[in-house]
């Protein structure tokens, strides 16, 4: 069976070498995103991970920024694929999804029709979900509402960070792409109908969804720096200046204490405490603007305070 596949983070990549280490699949293309630029301008850029993988492998790789160019549907006609595999990429047009014999589907890090959209995983621990899953879907005009071929459910550990939760959803997501890659090989893929009254988004971050809301629950903001951690990260504001943070835990009670108005910093023990609608969350990591990441409590030794301030906004 002939198989374009396209992808371009290194969530794609587990997809990508289950594909190629499967002898009764052809790879006869793999799409990713062009070349970036590194920070040092002398630098060669930087190729994309499935890029890499795909080189590693002595696949061959076609880079394009443009999915609607008439020379890339020309390209993907031009292979005649039985299948083309989506993971982690750009919108299709119909002008290029439609010239895979037997379709063409994709990978969501969601149990769909949950979380549609750009960021499934970041929205699943955001929202505070228990449970959450991966979807391979047959594309179809409407983004992300073909109909689902396979799922399968995982749970979210109460610890874990977008990205530790992406890597387990990439290395499931691969095994699911092989099953579905040979359900169609076998004819004997069934598929569902997405319930439209399920549906909930997962919108692109931005800089102005990514800020923390000190005034809201300990629960609530803990889980928004981690379902942002490690990138893009949830940010405030720190004397003015941006301060990343990577990772917080519920603070301890602090019964004694008053209530304190959200953002309220408050230093004991070694501990960085910022004030929520409903108690402490106590900073582990950070990253202050024009400064390195490092822990809180080295972020403390340097950092001279009264032991209560409103510094967070």
């Known amino acids: 069976m002939r198989i374009i596949f396209m992808g371009t983070p290194e969530f794609a990549v587990p997809s990508l070498k289950a594909i190629a280490a499967d002898d009764k699949f052809e790879l006869v293309l793999v799409v990713t995103g062009s070349d970036k630029p590194r920070r040092n301008k002398h630098a060669e850029p930087e190729p994309s ?21 008439r020379e890339f549907a020309d390209i993907v006609a031009d292979e005649r694929a039985d299948v083309i595999v989506v993971a982690a990429f750009r919108i299709l047009p119909p002008a290029v999804f439609e010239h895979a014999a037997l379709g063409t589907f994709n990978l969501h890090a969601s149990l769909l029709p949950a979380y549609r959209g750009a960021a499934p995983i ?5 929202q505070g979900d228990r449970e959450t899953g991966v979807t391979t879907f047959f594309l179809q005009k409407r983004v992300d509402t073909g109909k689902i071929i396979l799922q399968e459910k995982t749970l979210i550990d109460p610890a874990e960070n977008a990205t530790d939760l992406a890597s387990r959803l990439s290395v499931l997501g691969a095994c699911v792409v092989s099953d579905t890659l040979h359900l169609i090989a076998l004819h004997q893929e069934v598929v569902s109908v997405q319930d439209e009254t399920l549906v909930s988004k997962a919108p692109k971050l ?8 000190w005034a809201q629950p300990v629960r609530s903001v803990n889980n928004f720096i981690r379902g942002l951690a490690m990138k893009p990260t949830a940010w405030t504001t720190f004397n003015g200046k941006t301060m990343k943070i990577f990772k917080a835990a519920p603070g301890e009670p602090f019964l004694e204490k008053a209530a304190a108005s959200p953002g309220t910093v408050f230093v004991d023990n070694g501990k960085l405490n910022v ?9 582990l990591s950070l990253q202050l603007e024009g400064r390195k990441p490092m822990e809180a409590v080295e972020f403390l030794r340097g950092f001279r305070h009264d032991r209560e301030q409103q510094l967070f906004v």
Do not use: M
């Open 49 to 69: 991970p499935v890029k890499q993988a795909a080189i590693a492998l002595g696949l061959p790789v076609y880079e394009t920024d443009d999915v609607t160019s």
């Open 275 to 283: 004030s929520c609608a409903d108690g402490w969350l106590e900073v």
């Open 206 to 213: 931005t800089r102005d969804n990514t800020r923390i809301t």
């Open 122 to 126: 970041n929205w699943a621990i955001i």
